[in-house]
Every structure is written in structure tokens, then in C-alpha cells.
């Protein structure tokens, strides 16, 4: 059965961000000859309209209020809401991303909806969306889904491939004016003070070079973003690291940090705790460097490199700059 999907497509600083793609792919999936919706926000929402219509938008619902070019929980609120009216989809996606996670729950729990959060996969069987979502930390995975009514889901981002770009598709674009109720929006974004580089973001890194306590100080990440910067990737952290100063707890990992799942993810000087393993155990391929030959970190490593990483990396990032010179 066809069904009529909406995507709420995240953008930071004008631009998309990959996830929104990934939720179009699953968008496409799940729909079975139905419509798929994007919906974006913010005065520079103009720039991603073929972006989307290229990854399989087949109508883009545009809300242009300068209130939504940074996000506030309020504003996103009530114009999601209003989306979500006109639309009435089937199925609602969106990223698990720091608007995701925010914005999802307020919006299931006033429609009374269910909310299927942190989802790495979606597939159909038998008729039924079935979604795929890790518990306890990474250990096990349950399969969820919706018996009846719409359903809503967040997806992990760097977990559904993006459809091939196809600048053959043109979407129908439609531009919605949104009501904001007297005194509804309680805050004001004056300044965003960004603590990270500019660079790939962590949360959608495909490659993740990520420092712990074995760093020893705030130089000790230097080699770590020389390696990222030649793989492409970003630089992340445990929270032991950043407990200690020696980055900034954007770059957290882990249970109370930011959840990872990248193609690559090279652990140096970590220990393994599993707070930590709970925000990076899902990737693709993990590279583990540390002197001590029984740290935990190596019970999840697909590659262990037992040595001091002032030593290994600076290695690895020479090998690597070798072979991307050849290729």
C-alpha cells in the first residue's frame, strides 16, 4: 500500500545536511508509489529545494520565516506542526540529530503520536515498516513496528545510502505562510558561538579519529586532526578527554555525548569504557591504538595496534598521504 511520507530536512548554516538525504532514501523505500514531502525552514531555504528534488522530493513545502533560520524549539515547533497539518502524511522522518531529537517528541506527544527514535535501518516486510533501533547501549537491537496510525521515526544519520542524485526530477514546490501564536516563541538566538573547527561535522563524519586520556593534553590532538584532515574526517573525543581539558565537550563521544557511526572509526588512547563504546560501537570498522594489550577497547576493535599513538599515528597519517598520492 502506498503510503504519503514527510521528511523534515535538517540544514545548518543554509546548507543540507546529509541526513536529510538519507531520511529522503528511506522516504523513497517506505513510500511504494506514494508522495514524499520534504519540508525545510529558514530564509536561505531556496538553496536546497533541487538538492532535495534531485534525492527524491517529489513536493518540497517551503516555510521562508527569518524566526527558523536558527533553530529554537518553539519556532520549529509550531511550523513543523502546521506542516504536519497540511501534509497529513502516512509516515514523518526525520534526522536524529540535535533538532530531531528535540523537536520529534514535542510534536509526537501533542498529535499523540508514537515515536520510533534512533533508528539505523528501515525496511518493509510483509506490507509493514519495520525499523531497526540499538538497546543497551549497543549490545542488542530491537526491530519496531506501527500497527496502526502514522508513524514517526528518527533516523541515526550515516546509516541509509543516499539515492544517486537524478537532476532529471523536479519537485513542486510550495511555499506555506505559518501562524506563530502571540508570546509562543520564548527565545531569541542573538549569536551562535561556535567551540569546534570548521570542517566535517562529527555527527555525519564518515571518518571519526577520536583522542582519549592517552592524549595526556591539549596538543596531544594535534597528530589526531592531522590524520582526520588527510582521511577527510573529523576529530571526536571520550569524555575522559574532555573531563581532563583537553578539548572542548563538543567532541564527546558516548553515552552522554554524540552517537557515531562512521565508515572508520580510529579509537587512540582510549580505553574502551562502556559509556564510550555506547557512541561509536556501531561503526563500520573500528581501528583501536593503545600501549595496554588488554584495554577494553580492544573486545570491539576490527583492527588493534598495540603502541604508544604519539608514535603510530604520525605513521599512519605519512602511509596514508603515500597512498592517496598515488591514487
Known sequence: MSKNVL?????????????ALE???????????GVVTATVFGSKRKETVEQLS??????????SDTRLDSYTTDAYFQAFKQVIEKVNPDVILTGHTAVGRDVSPRIAARLELGLISDCTEVEVVDGKMVFTRPIYAGKAFVKKSVREG???ATLRPNNIPVLEADTSRSAVVEELEVTFAEDAIRTLVKEVVRKTTDGVDLSEARVVVS????????????????????LGGAVGASRGACDAGYCDYALQIGQTGKVVTPDLYIACGISGAIQHLAGMSNSKVIVAINKDPEASIFSVADYGIVGDLFEVVPMLTEEFKKVLVEQ
Do not use: W, Y
Open 211 to 230: 583522542g582519549g586520556r592517552g592524549v595526556k593534553s591539549e596538543d596531544g590532538f594535534k597528530p589526531l586532526q592531522e590524520l582526520a584532515d588527510v
Open 150 to 152: 502514522t508513524v514517526f
Open 7 to 19: 521528511v523534515l530536512a535538517d540544514i545548518r548554516d543554509g546548507e543540507l545536511r546529509n541526513v
Open 54 to 63: 534531485h534525492h527524491g522530493a517529489d513536493q518540497v513545502v517551503t516555510v
Open 23 to 33: 531520511c529522503l532514501a528511506a522516504a523513497s523505500r517506505v513510500a511504494d508509489g
